[in-house]
């Protein structure tokens, strides 16, 4: 209904604008994926084991550099844990 | 005379017996979760003693504040177990679908065990949603495993859509009240005679999955039986036996059941007779 003007107003906010497995987190400069999961200690290389969704759909870890964010973005970055 | 032979070959104990499922083959028929032990090591041996070639894992959140994290998939990959990424805490198909598309860009296997649960208290699947996401997972190039209720209905539609697996509960997960209805497990397995079927989750001892494995069903997933007994290093030990001694008892046939006794002697040339 309002969604692409809630987008705008958040974008010209200086906080947090993304949402990293459910927790705030400013976009980075770049707006690139493969520089959020940096921050967070993720390369392409190393990661084994991790996947990341945005906004729902798997973003494979080759596309990482291509994939642009957008203010209001919900991220997901998952692993394997102990399950039955 | 013929000398007593230790064969196993052609009892099919260990060749020749393995269980299909996609494009994997097993020799052991018992799955095993990694869910729940008092500590790693714990759980290592009992993924050892338990003979297991498949272990279910979970998908979620990484923590990105604990850089030890990657410690548990990194040990198990390690071991020559494959892995078996689930769905649980999934409500919805939408949510399962996209849980079993982050277990296959992480773990690289096209396996899912595809569970879609309808409540908190019974843990129990939502066929509706369980079906919905089965089809579309089919569809996107999956091997599914799906956790069922033991209905025969359900069920044969899961595998009409394509499962590479159907695995209908003995009991709730976690109940360890062993399998509740074995005469719905009975007619799954007389409807559904050439797909894989597991029994899934209730499991509570040695003879339930042996109970399993006579009626036919071609393999046990089971964890907290394990996990949670009170030595579970040698209840995996004791589930390895169980499901080989099920699965050797379904191949060979049981005698039919009759009301009144038979005797094994002979009856003539009893002695003052």
Redesign the interface.
């Known amino acids: 209904m309002s969604g692409s003007s809630i987008d705008k107003s958040t974008a010209q906010a200086p906080g947090p604008t993304l949402l990293?497995?459910?927790r705030p987190c400013r976009l980075p400069s770049s707006g690139v994926l493969l520089d959020l999961l940096a921050e967070?200690?993720l390369n392409p290389e190393a990661a084994?084991?991790?996947?990341?969704?945005v906004n729902?759909r798997?973003v494979?870890?080759a596309d990482w550099a291509e994939r642009q964010l957008a203010a209001g973005d919900t991220i997901?970055?998952?692993?394997?844990?102990?399950?039955? | 005379m013929q000398a007593f032979s230790s064969d196993n070959g052609s009892s099919g104990t260990s060749s020749g017996d393995e269980l299909r499922i996609g494009s994997l083959t097993l020799a052991s028929r018992l799955l095993l979760g990694t869910s729940g032990y008092p500590s790693m090591q714990v759980l290592l041996d009992a993924i050892a003693a338990s003979g297991t070639e498949l272990i279910t894992v979970a998908i979620r959140r990484m923590n990105l504040e604990d850089e030890q994290e990657e410690g548990f998939l990194s040990t198990i990959r390690s071991l020559p177990v494959a892995l078996l990424p689930n769905t649980a805490g999934c409500y919805t198909a939408k949510e399962a679908v996209l849980v079993a598309e982050l277990a296959r860009e992480a773990l690289e296997t096209d396996l899912i065990k595809l569970e879609v649960i309808g409540d908190d208290e019974t843990l129990m699947p939502d066929a509706e949603q369980l079906v919905k996401a089965a089809s579309e997972l089919v569809m996107s190039g999956f091997t599914v495993m799906a956790y069922a209720n033991d209905d025969p209905i359900t069920c044969r539609k899961l595998a009409d859509i394509g499962c590479a697996a159907v695995m209908p509960l003995a009991s709730p997960i976690g109940s360890g009240m062993g399998i509740v209805n074995p005469y719905n497990l009975q007619l799954i397995r007389e409807l559904l005679p050439d797909l894989p079927l597991l029994v899934d989750a209730g499991i509570g001892t040695a003879s339930d999955a042996s109970l399993a494995m006579e009626l036919g069903y071609d393999g046990i997933l089971l964890n907290t039986a394990v996990s949670k007994a009170e030595h579970p290093v040698a209840m995996a030990r004791a589930m390895r036996h169980a499901v080989l001694g099920g699965r050797l008892a379904h191949e060979a046939g049981r005698i039919p059941r009759r009301f009144y006794a038979q005797a094994s002697s002979p009856m003539h040339g009893r002695v003052g007779r």
């Not at chain 1, 997901?76 to 039955?84: D, F, M, P, S, Y």
């Open positions: 990293v497995n459910g967070h200690g084994r084991g991790v996947a990341v969704a729902e798997i494979r870890k997901e970055i998952v692993t394997a844990r102990q399950g039955g």
